[in-house]
């Protein structure tokens, strides 16, 4: 067994021992779940320094015959694209559980069922990265929206069943699109491969074969899923309601992770698998993500209630990672991974510490804080803090990402760049206005008693902080890692990055 | 005039004529025995008999041929798949059938009269319903290894009849019970009417009455090619009538609902096998060379029943009504299988019915255990926080909707992968996106009903969940384990399929 394989069963035996601790010993549970995800991320980090940065191909591997008539296979490995959001998971999911230590209580069902939901998810958040064969890719892919569904549905605020079901309706659309493309990888790849086969790596011949119109389609399919996922504009509509549904800490995962699975599905399939395709509809996708960049801010300007303001920031910054990833060029794929990897620690804190100030207030309206920075200054900077990093403020990790993505959609598409550049003007204004109004001025009153971060609450924004101040400074060992493979997926789509033209001649 | 005997080989009629046994012993059973006995012995018997068919079919796995009784039947490795699913899914059926408490007393009483109420009080229980059962179970069996129009139209009659009056026995609501089974009865007569009709216009056409003849008819173009086009419309009236195919479905919704749920499990699920396994020894034998007179045609009655089932299911209240149409949109799905004409597409049917036809007889199962005073309770606003009252039951039936909506590791999403891959590799794009897009639609309704039971809170109106019986536990688990099984590890399934499923021509 490859120890991935091992990373991604841990969770779910996690699972089963916490199903073994009755569910009156809440405390015991969460601490077990404390322990195995501290315990995964552990081995996910000792993992890391085994993979050698410099290797594409995919590393780990591991391969086992799963159903051989339609050429399935469990096939897993992991390469630098895979390594870094992994990384980001697994970390983010101990943060959650210590940071949302009684998220659990007050749901439908016990806290025991909302950390099993959470240790699957967990293992399906793994599973989804490291799996190389499409058909089990998918599978992971549809079978991980039941966990969110019930988390949000059973565990989350106000229409909290409405939002579970929209989201699962969109997913699930989204997802059976997917399948009519995988059915349509399955039929040609018999028919021009010589035998049916999901196998990443040998798919990327594909391409070769197909009528550019199924290319196209099958194209269509997969980017449909994803951009739902993503979200892209206009497919967005479900994202909001769900974000502000479900608990924060569900919020955290469902937009920090699960998000980045439609993203990463862009890269891994739609732009290995169909190169052609994606030249041909880049032009449209490269507008759609500017649409959803500035849209997303627009929208985030105008909202009064502090989830959805989250929300609508990561449409936002999910028009920039979608940009990166069309441009094109090694620089923005370098910039657009490493953005999905800063975005999910930035609205992590975002939503966690939004979390925490919509417990102690009992309302998400934004108009209800004000004074925070005087009654709860710890609280006040950690929330500063986190909007500083989405609106990509110099020092921050975020900062690094948006140039990268900038600089290197300027070289391909300069209109496109030059009018995304507006969405970090308006994310100054949606990232200001709100702390303006919850933080400072005078103290709403009803707010002078709130309480400060606690030591548990501290502890657990503390990575958050250190990763985003971190990486900010020096984001050298996360670009180590997504470098090669960016120029590698870049290079493997059949593009060069353009010759830099010197302004003034020589 | 001389009078040659038939020749059959009874090893390979055996399982069928254990299950005809088996239905004889239960009618001396319920003529001769006491009645306190007459219920645990009918159980004996039918289970028995089930499971000696079973036993003595395995014997003859892999054996093939052409005339085990003359040219009547044709047992092939298609053949053993259909009688094999087709008894599985008896015999999950029958522990469900076992529950008494669904049957009415008497069923030849009026509903209402003192006959009725005396037979109540009396606590006597006729038990006809063991033997019907056997008797439809041996003409499902019989009727996918048949191999000319009269075996064929005798497996018809011999598999509808028995259902027409299964369908009427229901303890609670009577007249709607018997409502159900006259509907069923007229419009089943119509169907064998349309059936018997294209039976003679091929006749007509080949002069022959036999699969194969017809076949040699329609490769050497010799007859009349109206005839062949009459002949095969009115079949495929008769045949898809059974499937429940739009527009031939109007019968099912009213069936399902007003039959006892035992029954309509065991109806939706064996039946649909049998009728499949027919259809597709009749389209892949006989017709398979004037693939451009029924194809074509085929797609259209494909993608409209799948888009009319999950279409009007999503109106439906009544969870009965709604796994009817949500039935008929399964049979669309399957339909695309025939379309495929081809050896993936009788591999993907073959699963697809096995699979879809476990999961329906646990469905219906968990049905039949949510009830009040005046027994089951169908209407889908009752079920509401279903979840919190009873979650063993209702998660489980929450997995089998999501079987039959065909989400991953369920036996429903390897069916509708596999079915879906056989047709588009036929060429048909449109089936393809239509069996995708009706997917989501049906998505829909099945987890409207799962938000129902665990995001609602439970209305208070004496809607219980029985405890169920040992038989009922044991159908619900091997069904829900199965639908697992084949949704995470289906190669074995899959494979043997693969190596077993053909036709001999």
Redesign the interface.
Known sequence: MSSITALALLPVLGALLVALVPSENSLRIKQLALGITTAVAALAIFIATQFVTSNTDFQFTETHEWIPAFGINYSVGIDGLSLVLILMSVLLVPIVVLACWNESEGGRWSAKVFYILILILETMMIGVFIATDVFLFYVIFEAMLIPVYFLIGGYGSGERAAAAVKFLIYSLFGGLLMLASIIGIYVTSRQYLGAPTFDITALTELHKFISPTTQNLLFLGFFIAFAIKAPLWPLHTWLPDAAKAGTPGTSVLLLGVLDKVGTFGMIRFCISLFPDASKTFTPVIIVLAVISILYGAFLAIGARDLKRLIAYTSISHFGFIIMGIFAMTSQAQSGAILYMFNHGFSTAALFIVGGWMIARRRSSTIADFGGLQRVTPVMAWMFFIAGLSSLALPGLSSFVSEFLVLVGTYTRYPVAAVIATFGIVLAALYILIPVQKALHGPTTPGNEELPDLNLREKIAIAPVVAVIIALGIYPAPVLNIINPIAAHIVESAGFTDPAPTEIAGK | MTFTAPVLEYALLAPMLAIFGGAIIGVLVEAFLPGRLRAPAQLFVSVMAIITSLLLLFRIKGQSSTTPAMASLSFDGAGFLFQASILVIALLSIFLIADQDNFTAAAATVPGSTEEREAHQAQSQTTEVFPLTLFAVGGMMLFPVATDLITLFVALEVLSLPLYLMAGLARYRRLASQEAALKYFLLGAFSSAFFLFGAAFLYGYSSSLTFAGIQQAVLGNAGNDVFLLIGLAFISVGLLFKIGAFPFHAWSPDVYQGSPTAITAFMAAATKVAAFGAILRIFYVSFANAEWQWRPALVLIAIATMLFGSLVAIAQRDVKRMLAYSSIAHAGFLLSGVYALSKSGLDASIFYLFAYGVATVGGFAIVTLIRDSSGEVTDLNRWSGLG?RSPIVASTFAFFL?AF?G???TSG??G???I??AA??SGSLAI??AG??S??IA??FY??VI?LM???DPVEDGTSVVIPSALTTITITISALITLILGV???PL??FI?STASFLR
Do not use: G, M, Q, W
Request: hydrophobic share 65%; no cysteine; net charge positive.
């Open positions: 919190k999501l909506a989400i991953p590791l999403f390897i509708k992968f596999s879906f891959s588009y590799e393809l996106i995708v897009l997917s989501a998505a829909f987890i409207r938000v665990f995001f609602k590890f289906p190669a899959v494979d693969a």
